[in-house]
C-alpha cells in the first residue's frame, strides 16, 4: 500500500478548519468517573505533548488514586483543591479533535452546591455525556444533571454506564439502568439517549469497542461523538443578527457587525431593525476576507444597508418576512447564582446578546427542586434554586424562544450595585398581557398640573431607622410648605401599611415590595404636580435607587435622618426596639435585619444632634434651593 500525500500547512489547516464543531458536557454523580473518561479520551487520541504526559506520571504518584497507575482524571482536574479533595469543583474546558470531528468539552462538577457551574458549562453545549456508577444505578444527582440540561436545551444524551469492570460485564445490569433512564429522559422532554457500557479506567468502549462485553453491538463512545447528528432549531428561522458593533471607520461607511445567529442573508434581502421597527435592504455583506454574496448561521459578518437607520449595539436585523416578537414581559426559566436571595420586585441589569435592559422579577410562579422536579411555592429563590417566573423589563426587546434560539433567548441578570452575575434564564414566551397594556395620551400633562399650582414637584424621600424622626421632620416640612401655600402629600410608612400595603409583612421580600408599591404612588403624585413627601425605612439601597429612577432628573431628593441606633432605642416612642431585643419582632431593621446607610444623599441630617425644627428647616432650604 502507498503512503497518505503529505499535507502542506496550509491544507492540513484548511482540511482542520472544515470540520464540524461537537460541544459537549460530561456530568454525573461525585467519583462516576467523568474526569476520568475526559482524560481517558485525550489519551487515547494521542493529544497530549510529552511534558504533558511527564506532568500526569508525576502527578500521578503524588495525588493519583489508582496505586502509581496513570491517573487520567487528573489531566482536567485543573484546581489544587480539586486534586486534594478528589472532586471537581470548577467547569474544566478542553478542545480536542479526530479525523471526523473537533470537539469542545466541559467536565462539570457533581456537587450540588455547584449546579450553577454547571449549567454554565451546559449553556453552550449540543450533548451532554451523563455518567453513572454501574454498581449504583440513577442517583439523585444524576435527576439534577439531567434536569439541567434538559432546561438548557439539550435534546443528545450519551448515557455512559461506566465502571462496568467492577460488576463484571454484567449485560443486565447496564439493560436495567438503560431503561431506567430512558423512562427519565423522556419525562424530561429528551428523546435522543444512546446508553453505552464503560469502563473509562481501563479504556473500554471509550475510544475503540471492547471485547469484554460481546453482548453490546453499538459503538464506541467516541465514534458516537464523531457521528451523533445535531439538529438546531434555529436553522429553521429567518434571518436573525444581534447588532454587536456599529462600525463607522470614516463618514463613508456605516456598518452593522455581528454572528449571523439563525437564517440566511444575501443583498438585496428586505430586513426589518427591532425593536424600533425600521425596514431597509442589505446592500454588502462585509468580512475580513471581502465582500460576500451570502451569509449563514455562524457567519461573522458587517452589514450595510441601502438607507440611513437609527441603529445601535444589541438591537436586532431580521428578516422582514419573518422576524421575531418584540416584548417587555416574559415567562422565564431562571436559575438563580448568588449567595444573596432574589427578591421579586429589586432591579436587577438584564443582559441578552448585546443588549443591556432594567429589569425585575415581577412574580415567583413556583420553584422547582432540582433534585426531584418537584414544584414547590416560592417568594425568593436562594443559590443554586430554580424558579418559573414572570419578567418585567423597562424597555421591549427583540427576542426568540430559548428552545428555538439560544442566542435570542437566553440571558443573564446582573446586580446594579456589584455588576455580579446573579442569575441565568430562559425566556419562553411573552406574557400576553404585554398586548393588552398600552399608554394612553393625555392632553394635560405633568408640566401643566405644576403650571396652575405655581411649583415645581418633587420627590422628597426620607429614610432613616425606626425612630430616627424622619415622620417627625416630614411632618414639620409638611406644615411648613402647606403654609407656604404649596400643594403637598405625605405618605408614611406606617399609615399605608394600614391600606395600600396592609397584605405586607417584614421580609425583605416584602420590604422590595412596600418601597416599589409606595414610589409608583409617589411618581403618580409628582405627575399631578404635587411636592410629594415620603418618610419609610426604605432599608435597602437598591429600593431607594429603583424609586429614584422613576423621577425625572432633579425631582427625587433622598433626605438621610442619621440618627444613631442608640438614639433611636433610647426614643423607641412606640417600644418596638424593645419588642425586637426580646425575639417578639423579627426582620426589625437595626436588630436582625440590615440598614443600608445612603452613600450620596441630597441632603445628610444629623439626627441625633439638632432638633426637629432645625432639621426640617434644613429640608425647606434645600427644596428652595432646588426649585
Known amino acids: 500500500m502507498g503512503r497518505e500525500p503529505i499535507l502542506s500547512v496550509d491544507d492540513y489547516l484548511a482540511r482542520h478548519e472544515a470540520k ?87 467536565d462539570c462538577p457533581g456537587h450540588e452546591q455547584y449546579t450553577r457551574n454547571m449549567a454554565t458549562g451546559a449553556s453552550t453545549a449540543d450533548l451532554a455525556v451523563v455518567l453513572v456508577d454501574a454498581r449504583k444505578g440513577l442517583l439523585t444527582q444524576t435527576r439534577r444533571h439531567t434536569y439541567i440540561a434538559a432546561l438548557l436545551g439539550i435534546r443528545h444524551v450519551l448515557l455512559a454506564v461506566n465502571k462496568m469492570d467492577l460488576v463484571g460485564y454484567d449485560e443486565a445490569t447496564f439493560r436495567a439502568i438503560e431503561a431506567d433512564y430512558a423512562a427519565l429522559a423522556q419525562g424530561m422532554g429528551i428523546t435522543q439517549v444512546t446508553a453505552i457500557p464503560v469502563s473509562a479506567l481501563r479504556g473500554e468502549n471509550v475510544s475503540a469497542r471492547a471485547t469484554t462485553m460481546p453482548w453490546f453491538t453499538g459503538t464506541s463512545l467516541l465514534e458516537h461523538l464523531e457521528t451523533v447528528v445535531i439538529e438546531r432549531p ?97 415567562a422565564t426559566h431562571l436559575l438563580w447564582m448568588d449567595e444573596s436571595a ?52 423597562d424597555q421591549p426587546i427583540a427576542f426568540e424562544s430559548y428552545a428555538n434560539c439560544r442566542e435570542l433567548g437566553a440571558f443573564i441578570l446582573i446586580d446594579r450595585q456589584t455588576n455580579a452575575t446573579v442569575g441565568a434564564g430562559t425566556l419562553d414566551f411573552a406574557l400576553r398581557r404585554a398586548d393588552n397594556i398600552h399608554w394612553q395620551h393625555m392632553d394635560i400633562d405633568r408640566a401643566a398640573r405644576a403650571r396652575i399650582k405655581g411649583q415645581s414637584p418633587a420627590c422628597l424621600w426620607f429614610t432613616g431607622l425606626s425612630g430616627s424622626g424622619k415622620s417627625t421632620v416630614a411632618n414639620l416640612v409638611e406644615k411648613r410648605l402647606f403654609a407656604l401655600g404649596r400643594h403637598t402629600y405625605l405618605l408614611d410608612g406606617d399609615n399605608v401599611r394600614h391600606g395600600l400595603n396592609r397584605d405586607l409583612g417584614f421580609t425583605d421580600e416584602d420590604r422590595v415590595e412596600n418601597i416599589r408599591r409606595v414610589a409608583e404612588v409617589a411618581k403618580l403624585m409628582v405627575d399631578a404636580g404635587l411636592i410629594v413627601l415620603v418618610s419609610f425605612i426604605s432599608p435597602f439601597r437598591e429600593e431607594r435607587r429603583m424609586a429614584r429612577e422613576l423621577f425625572a432628573p432633579g425631582e427625587f431628593h433622598e433626605v438621610f435622618v442619621d440618627t444613631p441606633l442608640a438614639v433611636c432605642e433610647a426614643r423607641d416612642v412606640k417600644g418596638l426596639y424593645a419588642k425586637a431585643r426580646a425575639g417578639g419582632i423579627r426582620n426589625f431593621t437595626g436588630i436582625d435585619s440590615p440598614y443600608e446607610v445612603p452613600e450620596s444623599p441630597e441632603l445628610h441630617l444629623r439626627g441625633g444632634d439638632q432638633s426637629p425644627e432645625q432639621l426640617a428647616e434644613q429640608v425647606i432650604e434645600e427644596l428652595l434651593r432646588a426649585q
Do not use: M
Open 20 to 106: 464540524d464543531l461537537l460541544r459537549f458536557i460530561t456530568c454525573g454523580s461525585v467519583d462516576d468517573g467523568k474526569s476520568t473518561l475526559l482524560g481517558r479520551l485525550l489519551y487515547d487520541t494521542k493529544l497530549l505533548f510529552d511534558d504533558q504526559l511527564a506532568a500526569l506520571e508525576g502527578d500521578s504518584l503524588r495525588h493519583g488514586t489508582q496505586n502509581g497507575e496513570l491517573d487520567f482524571a487528573l489531566l482536567v482536574d485543573g484546581l489544587s483543591a480539586e486534586r486534594e479533595q478528589g472532586i471537581t469543583i470548577d467547569v474544566a474546558y478542553r478542545f480536542f479533535t479526530t479525523e471526523r470531528r473537533k470537539f469542545i468539552v466541559a
Open 234 to 330: 434555529a436553522d429553521t428561522l429567518g434571518f436573525r443578527l444581534p447588532v454587536q458593533w456599529v462600525a463607522r471607520p470614516d463618514q463613508n461607511f456605516r456598518g452593522y457587525a455581528g454572528q449571523v445567529v439563525a437564517g440566511a442573508i444575501a443583498p438585496g434581502d428586505e430586513v426589518v431593525v427591532l425593536p424600533g421597527g425600521a425596514r431597509s435592504r442589505v446592500a454588502r455583506i462585509v468580512t475580513a476576507d471581502g465582500d460576500r454574496k451570502r451569509a449563514a448561521t455562524g457567519d461573522a459578518i458587517t452589514l450595510t444597508l441601502e438607507d440611513e437607520r437609527d441603529i445601535s449595539r444589541g438591537d436586532v436585523i431580521a428578516a422582514a418576512h419573518n422576524p421575531p416578537q418584540v416584548a417587555d414581559q416574559f
Open 342 to 393: 432574589l427578591l421579586p420586585g429589586r432591579g436587577y441589569w438584564l443582559k441578552i446578546g448585546a443588549r443591556t435592559v432594567g429589569a425585575q422579577v415581577t412574580e415567583i410562579k413556583h420553584k422547582v427542586d432540582v433534585n426531584t422536579q418537584e414544584e414547590l411555592a416560592a417568594k425568593r429563590l436562594e443559590l443554586n434554586e430554580v424558579g418559573y417566573c414572570n419578567l418585567g423589563l
